[in-house]
């Protein structure tokens, strides 16, 4: 060992010491968010695509709206462009960041008519009362008191 070239091996921290540390980077989480919507205005420029945190398709007036993330949510716009040249009115939130999950940037997405959503997650949770996305997205309706008809489903299993 050298106290000028110090190294560390094997650490075991206790409970209150790991808490800490696991608090301690609450601020560096929050700045996620917007780091993020900068590094997708850079792709934007470049490849002249717009991505925000949360992306949204569909009707601006749409009562039902689906939220989902990933590869699925090809498959639904799809559907919604198809659904709309039959006169129904849907709308899809993609989630482009999931963690940390901004719920102020979630609400901003929906379109204000938005009464009835369906929350699809590609996970099971055994023993959980939703899946993780499912409830995320409670959490964001709860947190400003406002709360549409929120349901969950799972695809692609």
Known sequence: MNPEHPTIRGTAQNPDIFFQNREACNPYYLQ??????????????????????????????????????????????????????????????????????????FRAALPASAKKIAVLDRTKEPGSPGEPLYLDVCTAFMEAKEAPEVVNGRYGL
Request: with cysteine; net charge positive; hydrophobic share 40%.
């Open 32 to 105: 996620v968010p917007q780091a993020v919507k900068e590094a997708m205005a850079k792709v934007s420029k470049i490849t002249g695509r717009p991505y925000g945190l949360f992306d949204y398709v569909g009707d601006p007036n749409a009562e039902r709206v689906i939220v989902a993330m990933g590869s699925g949510c090809e498959t639904i716009e799809e559907y919604i462009n198809f659904a709309s040249k039959k006169g129904e009115s849907l709308g899809l939130v993609k989630v482009r960041l999931y963690r940390p999950f901004d719920n102020a940037a």
